[in-house]
């Protein structure tokens, strides 16, 4: 059985006339979804930061690079498998973390429906520290599945000790640190509908049952909802820095990933103070309108990055773009958007649908390009393409 398969699944459908229940590829499928959700999520979800150029040039920035195939090498099985945190992950791809992923299914567990779809699959999942259900609950639903807990590093030293805590307890198996996101960058999109769900008590339920958070309320929760939001927003967001980095090494035995790291000295520095993994992402364009593409800055942070390994995410749309990713050296790639969008068209079952997607394309790419192992594509050539002026 190879996840390309799914192709043969679906033609072999066709001859009793059923068809895929939703699109195969991400931008017809992003154009279904906008009917499933509100106004306010869709803009949530699709907006990123100032005229949107660093996040469409994230997508575009694929094209700009290629894989050299090879020919004669025997592919007929494959191996997709790779090694991340002492674990056997059958795949390279992980779901990376969306705050918001909770208000995307229908009834809104979204962040359930993620884990139980990690379970399925056996693609992790990052769970956001913004959650519609609490971190126990979430870890309760991986089963067997892979977790990786997504934080947001509070303000408050307990609190984020107390996160971290409950993160280990619940199975998670390493803490993500976001850096990028300690306060929100400027969205037009959201800005223009004065819309941050956030502010509106959404997705702030691992706040809301947390003991630290709960001993600073004046009031509980559930008399004074306005109260426990506005100390939420207080105590948001810590701007990290590398004492904070080596503090969250001596509380957690759990390994440690930086997110948001794009720069070869931040790169080195991470390896330096001893992380378990550099993540090199640059949130989808959400954050900074900054220019560059994610996956241009990519090799430099691999080749910083030595053994440790790379995780990347923003911008990928397809399984060609996660050999790309993969070819330069990045050990898991993330899916972002995609899955928020499978599962507002169909629950677990769409997230499923996106994944295997991904995967069947990736690979097919694998076996017609010749690269029967990941280590095989690592060690492929990928080239800058060079357009020819006209
Ligand atoms: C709606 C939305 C919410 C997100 N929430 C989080 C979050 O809670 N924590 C985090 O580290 N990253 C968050 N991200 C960033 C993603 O983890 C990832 O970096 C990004 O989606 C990659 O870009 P792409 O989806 O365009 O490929 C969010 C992204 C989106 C689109």
């Known amino acids: 059985m190879h996840y390309g398969d799914f192709q043969h699944e ?9 068809r895929p229940k939703w699109p195969v590829d991400a931008k017809t499928l992003e154009a279904r979804a906008e009917a499933a959700m509100s106004p306010d999520l869709l803009s949530y979800i699709q907006g990123g930061c100032g ?3 660093t996040q469409d040039r994230n997508v575009s920035a694929f094209h700009d690079w290629g894989i050299v195939p090879r020919m004669l090498v025997d592919c007929t099985k494959r191996d997709l498998s790779i090694e991340l945190f002492g674990e056997t992950l059958p795949t390279p791809i992980f779901m990376s973390p969306i705050g918001v992923i909770g208000m995307c299914a229908q009834d809104g567990h979204g962040d359930i ?7 399925i699959t056996g693609v992790p999942v990052m769970a956001s520290t913004l959650s519609n259900d609490p971190i126990e609950t979430v870890g309760e639903a991986l089963g067997k599945g892979t977790g990786y807990f997504q934080l947001y590093t509070p303000r408050n030293r307990d609190l984020a000790e107390s996160l971290v805590r409950r993160a280990e307890k619940a199975g998670f198996k390493a803490i993500v640190v976001t850096l990028d996101t300690w306060l929100t960058g400027w969205r037009p999109r959201d800005l223009n509908t004065a819309n941050f769900p956030q502010l509106r008590g959404h997705v702030l339920e691992n706040y809301f ?11 509980p929760v559930e008399d004074d909802p306005a109260g426990a939001v506005r100390l939420w927003a ?3 967001g810590k701007n990290v820095t590398w004492e904070d980095v080596a503090w969250l090494r001596s509380i957690t035995d759990l390994p440690i990933v930086l997110k948001g790291i794009c720069h070869a000295d931040d790169a080195r520095k991470a390896v330096d103070e001893g992380v378990d993994a550099v993540y090199c992402s640059n949130h989808g364009g959400r954050q900074a309108n900054g220019g ?3 996956v241009d800055m990519l090799p430099d942070v691999v080749k910083a990055s030595g053994d440790t390994p790379v995780l990347f995410d923003s911008g990928i749309r ?9 070819a330069m050296g990045a050990r898991a790639v993330g899916i972002g958007r995609p899955y ?8 677990i079952e769409g997230i499923v649908h996106v994944l295997r997607c991904m995967l069947a394309e990736f690979d097919l790419l694998m076996a017609v390009d010749g690269f029967p192992t990941i280590a095989d594509l690592q060690k492929s050539d990928i080239r800058p393409v060079h357009r020819k002026s006209i």
Do not use: M, N
């Open 10 to 18: 679906i033609y072999f459908g066709g001859l009793k006339g059923v």
């Open 113 to 119: 429906a993620s884990a139980l779809a990690a379970e």
């Open 209 to 219: 049952s947390d003991p630290v958070f709960k001993s600073l309320l004046e009031k």
């Open 234 to 236: 207080s105590l948001f």
């Open 51 to 53: 005229d949107e150029f």
């Open 340 to 347: 928020a969008y499978g599962l507002a068209l169909g629950g």
């Open 292 to 294: 560059l593409a994610a």
């Open 318 to 326: 397809s399984g060609s773009d996660i050999g790309k990713a993969i």
